[in-house]
């Protein structure tokens, strides 16, 4: 079963483990192969600023 919390800074490790896990998909996205904390965090000021909140999940 999936459990979905809500994603924010303190779980940028494990986010940036999962982004990292496809790297043909970060270069199609993001044009580098490796996400950084950075682009992690510049993603969530996004959302903040959308007023969208992000969930991680976890089996």
């Given at each position: 079963?999936?459990?979905?919390?809500?994603?924010?800074?303190?779980?940028?490790?494990?986010?940036?483990?999962?982004?990292?896990?496809?790297?043909?998909?970060?270069?199609?996205a993001?044009?580098?192969?490796q996400?950084?904390?950075?682009?992690?965090?510049?993603?969530?000021?996004?959302?903040?600023?959308?007023?969208?909140?992000?969930?991680?999940?976890r089996?």
């Amino acid at each position: 079963m999936f459990v979905f919390t809500k994603n924010d800074a303190t779980k940028i490790d494990i986010e940036k483990e999962i982004m990292n896990s496809n790297t043909d998909y970060n270069v199609m996205a993001h044009n580098k192969e490796q996400i950084e904390n950075k682009d992690i965090l510049k993603e969530h000021l996004e959302a903040q600023k959308l007023d969208l909140s992000q969930k991680i999940s976890r089996v």
